[in-house]
T-cell receptor, first 114, second 112 residues
């Protein structure tokens, strides 16, 4: 296991409020990813990082921003949450030496926006 | 770009039944293929993988063979248990960001 922890694991918030989800890993993996999981859609990539302060957008990045100031932490921020962002969010990591492409996942953060 | 299609669920089986979950893919080049499993309330765990054509991945009684000629990676298990109840995701490499591309998932329920 890559030692990935996500916080908070559950959060209920109201429309228009900012929300930050944290992903912390202890394996010194270079690559980190944020996915969201929704029924009928599987997992879709929101943002990813290929190193400290190096981030880029995925396929569903609108309304989300990320930051990575340390190797071990990758933050996902919803600047102004909307009901369409109600979802389960997963962080994943990949080591530089992982040439098969395998990702390691955290346990997820369930976000409900009322 | 690369994509993956897996059979829609849910799938309900009796204990000891044979399981097949179909997965087909579209890809340029030679992707690695994966099956991940998600137990209720948990994150995704790697179940098995295959990195080249004709490779067979196996774990916990599950198997899948990388078939390049049919672009498939079907998941099979000869005798399912109640504890196999979970959501199964087929995935492949080839995302432009070095990410994995996932199917929509297939929920399996096994009844005693």
């Amino acid at each position: 296991d890559a030692g990935i922890t996500q916080s908070p694991r559950h959060k209920v918030t109201e429309t228009g409020t900012p929300v930050t989800l944290r992903c912390h890993q202890t394996e010194n993996h270079r690559y980190m990813y944020w996915y969201r999981q929704d029924p009928g859609h599987g997992l879709r990539l929101i943002h990813y990082s290929y190193g400290v302060k190096d981030t880029d957008k995925g396929e569903v990045s609108d309304g989300y921003s990320v930051s990575r100031s340390k190797t071990e932490d990758f933050l996902l921020t919803l600047e102004s949450a909307t009901s369409s962002q109600t979802s389960v969010y997963f962080c994943a990591t990949k080591g530089l030496a992982e040439n098969t492409g395998e990702l390691f996942f955290g346990e997820g953060s369930r976000l409900t926006v009322l | 770009g690369n994509s993956v299609t897996q059979m829609e669920g849910p799938v309900t089986l009796s204990e000891e039944a044979f399981l097949t979950i179909n997965c087909t893919y579209t890809a340029t080049g030679y992707p690695s293929l994966f099956w991940y499993v998600q137990y209720p309330g948990e994150g995704l765990q790697l179940l098995l993988k295959a990195t080249k054509a004709d490779d067979k991945g196996s774990n916990k009684g599950f198997e899948a063979t990388y078939r390049k000629e049919t672009t498939s990676f079907h998941l099979e298990k000869g005798s399912v248990q109640v504890s196999d109840s979970a959501v199964y995701f087929c995935a492949l490499t080839g995302g432009s960001q070095g990410n994995l591309i996932f199917g929509k998932g297939t929920k399996l329920s096994v009844k005693p």
